[in-house]
């Protein structure tokens, strides 16, 4: 609407405050009469109702029973509380600024005009309906999908929460989120602005590819690259428009015969970040020495064995750390126990290793005597 119309407003409050035709805020198994139409138009706007204005005057008898109608007719409120009601005074210049906006047939008493939520006009005749109830029935249907009070509260919630996601850049919860807010048809605020906040993570989608791509290009940045394209694919695979990019990219980039062994590499190396993410140091251990084991004399075996290193340090000084007052070398011991169990059925070498030092962890404890019993089965 102009903003000429909506700076008019305290005019038109003003005015209908001492006319006849003043409809208060009803109780709340009635509908509201609205007379401030920036309290009008935010409402329709945010809840995604129609706006039906009457535009009427203080000696219409048609105007004032059609209020009367709204305000007191209980075989109203299904349809009329899917619409956001508000009454104008014709004699003001706010009302012929209405008129030279939307098209409203005849000259009569009462205009009424109905506009969807996004603005546009579904009705503009002269005259009070005949059969109210069938008119504001038969409008609903070019309406849109109108949310009820429960619905829009719970996708508002949802809203909030894919914001949140997207500033933590965790942008497969922030697209299944705002997804959640979407309902075809509905001109609500929120879902207006779901869609913007998907067309935000479909924009860095594109820039993130464009970075994957652009490492891949570089002879060094190969499994950085194929990486980067993974976390891609985790992250937007899940979005309708970026999905398809991403798609595109793994195909052209992935499934070539001379990639297939970068993106196999980069997929168990993803496979083991997230393990160490998740705080499961022995199965990471696992997953970076199969890297070492399947792919030697790579980028990604090499990387294998800075992880394995940096693991094996925290693991001899983390207990001593989270326990100094004692009872660590046992711990220790436990752990060094469980890596070196964990790896007897694949890598004796590496698992008589991690006995051993199990036992020099804390040589009376349990897991050293378990420790000793496995060393003496091994060849």
Same mark, same amino acid.
Not at 241 to 254: E, I, K, P
């Given at each position: 609407m102009p903003q000429r119309i909506l700076c008019q407003i305290t005019c038109l409050v003003a005015l209908f405050a001492t006319t006849s035709l003043r409809v208060p805020v009803i109780a709340a198994d009635r509908i509201p009469v609205l007379i401030d139409q920036d /309290? #009008?138009?935010a409402l329709t706007r945010r809840t995604g109702r129609p706006l039906l204005a009457i535009g009427g005057t203080v000696n219409c008898v048609y105007c004032v029973k059609m209020a009367k109608q709204l305000e007191t007719d209980e075989s109203l409120v299904p349809a009329a509380s899917k619409y956001v009601i508000l009454k104008i005074d014709t004699s003001t210049p706010l009302w012929r600024e209405w008129r030279d906006k939307y098209e409203i047939d005849g000259d009569g008493?009462? /205009?009424?005009?109905i506009l969807r939520a996004d603005g546009k006009q579904i009705y503009g005749k002269s005259g009070a309906p005949a059969d109210l109830k069938g008119f504001l029935e038969q409008n609903l249907s070019d309406a849109g999908t109108v949310l009820s009070g429960e619905e829009l509260a719970d996708r508002e919630k949802l809203l909030r929460e894919a914001q949140k996601s997207l500033k933590k850049k965790d942008y497969? +919860? #922030?697209t299944e989120l705002g997804l959640e807010c979407i309902q075809d048809d509905c001109f609500a605020a929120v879902v207006g602005e779901a869609r913007k906040l998907l067309d935000n993570l479909d924009d860095r989608a594109v820039v993130a590819l464009k970075e994957a791509e652009k490492k891949l290009s570089s002879r060094d940045r190969q499994l950085d690259g194929a990486l980067a394209l993974l976390e891609v694919e985790a992250a937007f695979s899940g979005h309708p428009?970026? /999905?398809? !990019?991403?798609?595109? #990219?793994?195909?052209?980039? *992935?499934e070539g015969e001379d990639k297939a062994p970068l993106f196999a590499q980069a997929r168990l190396v !993803?496979?083991? /970040?997230?393990?160490?993410? *998740? +705080?499961? !140091?022995?199965e990471a251990i696992?997953?970076?020495q199969k890297i070492q084991a399947d792919y030697p004399d790579t980028v990604a075996a090499t990387l294998a064995g800075r992880r394995l290193a940096d693991l094996e340090k925290r693991a001899s000084k983390g207990p001593a750390k989270t326990d100094p007052e004692g009872g660590g070398g046992a711990r220790k011991a436990a752990s060094l126990l469980k890596l070196g169990q964990q790896l007897l059925p694949t890598k004796p070498a590496d698992a008589r290793d991690y006995l051993q030092r199990a036992i020099e962890a804390d040589p009376e404890s349990?897991?050293?005597?378990?420790?000793r019993e496995l060393l003496e089965k091994l060849p």
């Open positions: /309290q #009008a138009v008493v009462p /205009q009424v005009v497969a +919860k #922030a428009s970026a /999905q398809g !990019r991403v798609t595109d #990219a793994l195909s052209r980039h *992935a !993803r496979e083991a /970040q997230q393990l160490e993410t *998740a +705080k499961k !140091r022995s696992l997953a970076w349990e897991a050293a005597e378990t420790a």
